[in-house]
């Protein structure tokens, strides 16, 4: 079956870059059949999508693909304390009628 | 980008009552790519409803959803102790992707 697993520190410093990954199994991030990204969870503003391998949205976000460990990875610059929450990793099937998603890992921005 | 306001915030309700959450869009949502999702702590959010009235697999059939254009709502007919949560709704036709702010059903 489809498995989505976050990886990647849990703290993060202030101004410095957030940096996780996200590790699927049982398809292929190739196979175009689902919309990859990232989506977070805080307390005070909810669910927000972060962005995917095909739009990365704010400058500061960049979402890159590993193809070979079948891996895609977030970037966030500049962290201040309004980015703490949980970060989920999902794949949205094209029509949107299934998702998957990873566990959520929480990271915190504190010096 | 789309914004999606949801109404109310919260909504206090009790087991057995009906309960509608309304979603309301900045801008038409292309081909109503209008999604439902239910979210506990310490959970991966749930995919309730795709294509703003289409039931995901293995959703009971008291959620349902129902709007078009710019207006949506999510109605659980009879809600059960396990429906207490927040309630998002997010669109998936435009990029980039948005979210409501949510409904907590308490």
């Known amino acids: 079956q489809v498995q989505l697993q976050e990886s990647g520190p849990g703290l993060v410093k202030p101004s410095e870059t957030l940096s996780l990954t996200c590790t699927v199994s049982?398809?292929?991030?190739?196979?175009?059949?689902?919309?990859w990204g990232w989506i977070r969870h805080s307390p005070a503003k909810g669910l927000e999508w972060i962005g995917s391998?095909?739009?990365?949205?704010t400058s500061r976000v960049t979402i890159s693909v590993d193809a070979s460990k079948n891996q895609f990875s977030l970037s966030l610059s500049s962290v201040t304390a309004a980015d703490t929450a949980v970060y989920y990793c999902?794949?949205?099937?094209?029509?949107?009628?299934?998702?998957?998603w990873g566990q959520g890992t929480l990271v915190t921005v504190s010096s | 980008e789309i914004v999606l306001t949801q109404s109310p915030d919260t909504l206090s309700s009790s087991p057995g009552e009906r309960a509608s959450l309304f979603c309301r869009a900045s801008?038409?949502?292309?081909?109503?790519?209008l999604a439902w999702y239910q979210h506990k702590p310490g959970q991966a959010p749930r995919l309730l409803i795709h294509?703003?009235?289409s039931r995901a697999t293995g959703i009971p059939d008291r959620f349902s959803g129902s709007g078009s254009g710019t207006d949506f709502t999510l109605t659980i007919s009879r809600l059960e102790p396990e429906d207490f949560a927040v309630y998002y709704c997010q669109q998936y036709g435009t990029s980039p992707r948005t979210f409501g702010q949510g409904t907590k059903v308490e």
């Open positions: 999902a794949g949205v099937a094209g029509h949107g009628d299934h998702d998957y």
């Open positions: 391998i095909y739009y990365s949205g």
């Open positions: 801008h038409i949502v292309d081909s109503n790519y």
């Open positions: 294509g703003a009235s």
């Open positions: 049982g398809v292929s991030i190739n196979s175009h059949s689902y919309y």
